[in-house]
């Protein structure tokens, strides 16, 4: 598929963002009025490996689903990371003409459903149903010859495709994995797109401390540390998520109200040279577990 198909689909993307995560347009502005380019080194999803049926049988919610997506514009599987102790399995996928199209790489969580315990799983499961979920092959195949209306049909792939959850529900996964709660609000949606400190090409900002300084000194509230280090040849940050006001559902009448809940953080990441063979350097192009464990951690929700 043509890579300006992922371009334009990514661009709509950001627009949902920035509209909801101010932090990230804030950042768009800090660089732009240093004389300086914005460009993303990641998207991230976060999804839930578990089966649910829908009306093109039975789907996984988790990798598998996004990564067809992302597999059909090109991109390739090349890297995995696994999260025991939080019952977390990522991939993150590259596109082998990244620069020439300035793709963005993709980072592609999932929640492993089967290995919660049983009373969290079912509320789980109780919550999410696959009948509204889009059939992306279908959408691939269908409007293969119309760029514009496959881009706006894949578009709508980024949601939730379940009704809320009970607040009930959403309250007791929470008490169990903060990661599991936020995809039954928040569903496929965005978690958070990268500003790449190395294409910021301005002297004002030339490293993630001075970007880091900055987006503070524009009252951003920011993670307190740095992840990562110089030898390992990735250092990220972010800024705290935002609260939005959310739909759940009431537990005694099943009427929809509006609770604060999290929604996302912006990241920023400047990456660096590591010695692959002695007397040879490449930049590092994948992403340290580490640091993605304490990211995941910017959306918990103390209840």
Request: proline share 4%; with cysteine.
């Amino acid at each position: 598929m043509n890579p300006e198909i992922a371009r334009h689909l990514f661009s709509l993307l950001w627009q949902d963002y920035t509209a909801r995560v101010s932090y990230a347009h804030t950042y768009e502005q800090m660089i732009v009025g240093a004389g300086g380019c914005v460009k993303n080194d990641h998207i991230a999803f976060r999804s839930l490996r578990m089966m649910v049926d829908s009306p093109q049988g039975k789907v996984n919610l988790g990798i598998e689903y996004l990564g067809q997506l992302a597999l059909s514009f090109g991109y390739e599987a090349v890297g995995e990371y696994t999260f025991a102790e939080t019952h977390l399995f990522a991939r993150h996928y590259r596109h082998p003409q990244q620069e020439k199209f300035d793709l963005p790489k993709l980072f592609i969580s999932e929640l492993i459903v089967d290995e919660l315990p049983d009373a969290i799983a079912q509320l789980i499961h109780q919550t999410v149903a696959g009948e509204n979920l889009l059939n992306i092959s279908a959408i691939l195949h269908t409007f293969k010859t119309d760029a514009k209306r496959l881009t706006k049909e894949l578009h709508k792939i980024f949601s939730r495709p379940w009704q809320p959850p009970r607040q009930s529900i959403l309250e007791e996964v929470n008490k169990y994995t903060q990661y599991g709660a936020w995809v039954l609000l928040h569903g496929f949606s965005v978690n958070h797109f990268t500003g790449y400190v190395n294409s910021q090409n301005t002297p004002e900002y030339p490293d993630i401390e001075t970007t880091a300084c900055g987006l503070a000194k524009l009252s951003v509230p920011m993670k307190a540390e740095i992840e990562g280090d110089v030898n390992c040849g990735l250092r990220q940050t972010a800024t705290q998520a935002v609260t939005e006001i959310v739909t759940v559902l009431d537990d005694s009448t099943g009427a929809e109200i509006q609770i604060p809940w999290t929604y996302a953080y912006y990241e920023i990441a400047q990456r660096y040279m590591v010695e692959v063979e002695p007397g040879k350097q490449v930049l590092f192009d994948g992403f340290l577990g580490k640091n993605a464990q304490q990211l995941f951690e910017m959306t918990r929700v103390s209840k």
